[in-house]
């Protein structure tokens, strides 16, 4: 044997695996052996840490300690064959895992075979820290029940991972239950399946529990059994729970008639009885099993009837043990449940069974659990097999990946050891504009310990994807950075999604603008063209006529502002269509509104002799806070439609409170009041079931009424959504060729504390003869001071007198001095059109053609007010405002007052102007009115309070 290991001794001193070789030695120990160290290879020195001159010719239980001396003694003691398998164990001293293979060369000599696998074992770190995180008990034990892992919520119970590790599970467990265990893990070996048992264990502080554990054998590729993977919960309370259910199940057979519970006495051939509970648990009458005993058999699922019967016979039951099953039933209407039901045979004096009491319960719902609870263990031992997102984990210590995931060769399209070979791969094939980024994240973590950041990498083809990149920094127990764990995932597709409706949102941003520039384009240039022809229709109207001459040019007039209409109404839709229209809330007077609303639509009732009536509630108050303008401007369509429909007859405006509302945001602290507005007709009437059409867009209750009356459509739709928008509610009755009643209902605040409607309204128009237009206007009483200053209304004035002139001197508009007005307006028909209705007002006009020679007149000339079309060449208004403005305050002059003269009549439109500096704004196409109100607004009243003051002094 020596000449054998010297001829060997070169070979196995080059060895990577640490070799030794003991020679036997008696011992004065019975049944121990001990051995002599004849030979080592280095390696053997270096995994043990000995020198090797220092050991040699040495007994082995002299030099070797710990679990290597262990595991050393426990081989030469029962090495008998030529070759041992390795085996692998733990030295907590050194912090180390060995495999040890031992062979018996020749009689009177062991060799051993020893290496470092701790290495390998790493992986198996990161597994253990991912089991750590579960509540539940996990563990592995080898055949011999050698603990080799258990995670954290095994040491909640059992106690510290350093005192378990290489300890017997069994010794946790009452030797009572040890043959038990046994008999479960020879039946675990033989049929290689998992099984599922409870016992009984002994907890570190010496208490007793009750444990429910699910084993599964670990075999190698050739079958052979090298571990058990467990994982268990506490079971105590529902085994104390099931204790505490034998301890009382008298009680229970007392109360079976009010317990969920079935209960049943019978014999062998008859029912004697069975609770109510059958019924609801078996979804079978009572009364079937009364007049069969065995009907139950029928419920019984089929794969399960036969393990039943073969238990509850005649012959089971004559041995007067009690017994438990738990099988499934198929219940009538298609549904299984679980069901367990335990039997206890009664006996007689005798000793004989002459009846069996039993109970039954649904326990469905605890197999849904159990099952529940398998199917998370499945999901725990294929997290990280199966996931999709691409795991790492690199050690700081070793400086190398030990965890890289199968998803990360899909992701980065390489070999994974391509990545595992390079561990700045992943930022060599970053975007070069996203390493920043990248680098940044980095820091982050490692300042901070957990970061995540977005970019794009470069696939080896040239293709591109985006990544989502989170990564957290792992400390050991001493506080200090032990390894980077991260997670990476393929967002392409995100990005995809969100870049296309980014470029989906501009587009249709640019659709919207375009819409929007589109109809801004439309109304200039047709509001343009239409203040020309509805500005000299009115002047000719205004000149000597004769009949047809006036007839044709009414009727030119009509339509003009019929045309106007449909494209207001186009405008208003649009607005409303892109959420771009905007509620004002300002106070008005409620006399006015109706004042302005009912003198428009006056002469359309002339023309039809129609009579028009407006009555007031007393107690809505004289002015409220709200958008004045929607409000006429619905009140408008419904009176337009009301004229329309009624060919005779009259038409007849309500307006009336109806209830009080919660607070809202308005003028006054008062809560707001929900006033009524109604427009009732004597007209065609709708039919009834076109009602619930009459307020969709671009409909009529018949299509025929738009051949015949005309309209777009709009207008009642418009009219809804206004309302909408300021609160409100909108509806209709009508009766087919009774008339109709339109109404609307607004949230308004009272706008002041000022004395209600007390006096007619007809009062406003006292000296006035209404009896030539037709029209009459009731209403409550109003104060003389507010009929008066109603009378002197630009709007009534204009409306109900014959010339410009005469309106203005009634109004007290007109004054002695001469007035100038400068018209800067590029269009020769407006600018005719403007100059000629302040020439019958007695104003002197001089005229410029763009802004430039607007400023150009202003250098020598002083006027008292300024008509500034916005759009001219050279210059426009608005740029020609805003040099103005900048004149007056740089030498110190008085603002004079410049209207806007525009067809622009879209949303944001009339801000610009004021922004530009200007007073006003008059929107084309404009009627002599609009001029009038600026006159009376801007030059009257100030004349009238400069006399005020002359007065005063």
């Known amino acids: 044997m020596g000449r054998s290991i010297g001829f060997m001794n070169p070979v196995l001193q080059t060895l990577p695996v640490g070799y030794a070789l003991f020679r036997y030695k008696s011992s004065k120990e019975k049944n121990h052996r001990d051995y002599e160290i004849v030979e080592v290879n280095q390696a053997f020195a270096k995994i043990t840490q000995l020198q090797v001159e220092n050991i040699l010719g040495k007994r082995a239980s002299t030099v070797f300690h710990g679990e290597l001396g262990a595991e050393l003694n426990f081989r030469w003691n029962h090495t008998s064959s030529p070759m041992e398998d390795a085996i692998e164990f733990y030295s907590k001293s050194r912090d180390k895992w060995y495999s040890l293979q031992c062979f018996t060369p020749e009689e009177g000599y062991l060799a051993a075979l020893i290496q470092d696998i701790s290495h390998i074992k790493k992986p198996e770190q990161i597994y253990k820290e991912v089991i750590n995180t579960q509540k539940e008990m996990v563990c592995r034990f080898l055949p011999d029940t050698t603990l080799i892992f258990v995670n954290q919520g095994y040491c909640n119970h059992f106690g510290r991972e350093e005192d378990l590790l290489g300890k017997k599970f069994l010794d946790l467990v009452p030797e009572e239950e040890h043959h038990v265990i046994y008999a479960h893990l020879r039946n675990m070996a033989k049929k290689k399946k998992a099984i599922t048992y409870e016992h009984q264990v002994i907890l570190s502080d010496k208490s007793i529990r009750w444990q429910e554990w699910t084993d599964y054998p670990i075999f190698d590729d050739e079958g052979k059994l090298l571990e058990f993977q467990s994982i268990g919960y506490d079971i105590t309370e529902r085994k104390e729970n099931q204790d505490k259910l034998h301890q009382s199940e008298e009680r229970i057979r007392q109360l079976a008639e009010h317990i969920d519970q079935v209960f ?238 980014v470029e989906a949102k501009e587009r249709a941003d640019s659709a919207n603008q375009a819409k929007s520039d589109f109809l801004a384009n439309m109304s200039h240039e047709i509001r343009t063209p239409m203040n020309g022809i509805i500005g000299m229709t009115e002047l000719l109207l205004a000149s000597e006529l004769d009949p047809i001459q006036r007839n044709y040019l009414e009727n030119t007039l009509q339509s003009a502002y019929a045309l106007l209409g449909i494209i207001n109404d186009i405008l208003d839709f649009s607005k409303i269509e892109s959420g771009k229209m905007e509620i004002d809330e300002v106070e008005f007077a409620l006399s006015e509104l109706i004042e302005q609303s009912t003198l428009l639509i006056s002469t359309r009732c002339q023309e039809k002799n129609l009579k028009l009536y407006t009555k007031f509630d007393k107690d809505v108050p004289a002015h409220l806070c709200g958008d004045m303008l929607r409000i006429r401007q619905v009140l408008l369509n419904l009176l337009g439609n009301a004229i329309k429909f009624t060919e005779q007859g009259e038409i007849e405006v309500t307006i009336q409170k109806v209830e009080e509302q919660g607070k809202g945001a308005a003028c006054s602290s008062d809560a707001p009041l929900l006033i009524e507005f109604a427009v009732a007709d004597t007209g065609i009437g709708i039919p009834a079931e076109k009602i619930h059409t009459v307020f969709e867009s671009f409909t009529q209750a018949d299509g025929s009424m738009t051949r015949r009356f005309g ?91 014959p010339n410009d002139s005469s309106a203005l001197r009634i109004s007290g508009l007109a004054g002695n001095r001469a007035t100038k007005v400068l018209v800067a307006e590029d269009n020769h028909v407006n600018m005719l059109l403007v100059t000629q209705l302040l020439k019958k007002m007695g104003i002197e006009t001089i005229q410029a053609n763009n802004g430039r020679e607007a400023l150009e007149i202003l250098e020598t000339t002083s006027v008292e007010l300024i008509f500034m079309d916005v759009h001219m060449p050279e210059m426009d208004g608005l740029e020609a405002a805003k040099q103005i403005r900048q004149r007056e305050i740089s030498k110190q002059q008085q603002p004079v007052t410049i209207v806007a003269l525009t067809a622009d009549a879209m949303k944001g439109d009339r801000e610009k102007c004021l922004a530009a500096g200007m007073n006003d704004y008059i929107t084309k196409p404009f009627s002599k009115h609009d001029i009038v109100r600026v006159i009376a607004t801007y030059l009257v009243q100030e004349e009238q309070q400069e006399e005020s003051q002359g007065a005063m002094m």
């Open 264 to 501: 049943w006495l019978s014999t062998f051939d008859e029912m004697l009885y069975i609770s109510p509970a059958y019924e609801k648990i078996y979804g079978r009458s009572c009364e079937s099993l009364y007049d069969d005993p065995n009907s139950y058999i029928e419920a019984i699922h089929p794969d399960d009837r036969e393990a039943v019967l073969l238990l509850a016979n005649r012959e089971e039951y004559n041995k007067g043990k009690p017994f438990q099953q738990e099988y499934r039933i198929l219940c009538p209407d298609g549904s299984i449940k679980w069901i367990r039901a335990k039997d206890f045979p009664i006996k007689d004096a005798e000793g004989k069974v002459i009846r069996i009491a039993g109970v039954a319960e649904d326990i469905t719902e605890y197999k849904n659990i159990q099952k529940e609870i398998l199917k998370v263990q499945h999901k725990l031992d294929s997290i990280v097999n199966t996931i999709q997102d691409g795991i790492w984990s690199f050690s700081l210590e070793e400086n190398c990946y030990v965890l890289l995931n199968q998803a990360l060769e899909t992701i980065y399209e390489v070999p994974l050891s391509t990545i595992q070979q390079n561990e700045n791969y992943w930022l060599e094939v970053i975007y070069e504009d996203d390493k920043k980024n990248a680098l940044a994240k980095n820091e982050k973590l490692r300042q901070q310990g957990d970061a995540d950041a977005e970019y794009r990498i470069l696939l080896p083809d040239g293709r591109i994807k985006w990544l989502y990149d989170r990564s957290w920094l792992i400390k050991d127990d001493q506080g200090m950075p032990a390894r980077l764990d991260g997670i990476v995932m393929d967002i392409t597709e995100r990005k995809l999604s969100e870049q296309q409706l």
């Open 711 to 801: 309209g777009t459509g709009l207008g009642l739709a418009i009219s809804k959504r206004l309302v909408h928008l300021m609160g409100g509610i909108i509806y209709v009755e009508s009766h087919q060729g009774k008339g109709s009643r339109f109404a609307f209902r607004l949230p308004l605040k009272s706008a002041s504390k000022e004395q209600k409607n007390t006096e007619s309204i007809v009062t406003m128009f006292a000296g006035q003869s209404l009896k030539d237009k037709e029209v009459s206007i009731l209403d409550p009483p109003l104060p003389l001071s507010s009929a008066e200053s109603f009378k002197k209304s630009t709007v009534l004035s204009s409306a109900i007198i």
